[in-house]
């Protein structure tokens, strides 16, 4: 059975290094520095994870209708890797946005407030 594969999607300082815990639940990690290297690797093969930082668009939007960054993710899952969990991070001034992702019709997996505990993490792992 191949290995679980999550994507990191490292965009600040504040995303947290959860290498060792990869490594102890056996996944394969990709790491990217955008939205856009993410969706290239999903088109070519579905993922089972994604960890990406949440980006609320204050003054412009994202790809002219989206309000934040992981919308255009959201988009890109539900065509080309329809079952991945989604995980959320924000810092607590933008956690009152997520609510934008709701137009986007993708479950998320999980929310967890920066600067997030490798523990939080891992029992998101834990969720069916």
């Known amino acids: 059975m191949p290995k679980p ?16 815990l990869y490594n102890c639940r056996g996944f394969a990690e990709f790491r990217v520095n955008s939205i856009r290297k993410a969706i290239a690797l999903v088109k070519k093969q579905p993922v089972d994870y994604v960890m990406v930082e949440f980006f609320y668009a204050y003054s ?33 001034k933008e956690m009152k946005f997520l609510n934008v992702l709701d137009a986007v019709d993708y479950p998320i997996h999980g929310v967890l407030q920066l600067p997030a505990p490798i523990s939080g993490i891992e029992a998101l792992f834990d969720i069916p």
Do not use: H, W
């Open 5 to 20: 594969i999550v994507v990191s999607i490292i965009e600040s300082i504040l995303f947290p290094d959860c290498s060792e």
């Open 60 to 92: 412009t939007n994202y790809s002219g209708i989206y309000k934040s960054n992981v919308e255009v993710l959201l988009v890109s899952l539900r065509k080309y890797s329809p079952n991945t969990k989604v995980i959320v991070l924000a810092k607590k």
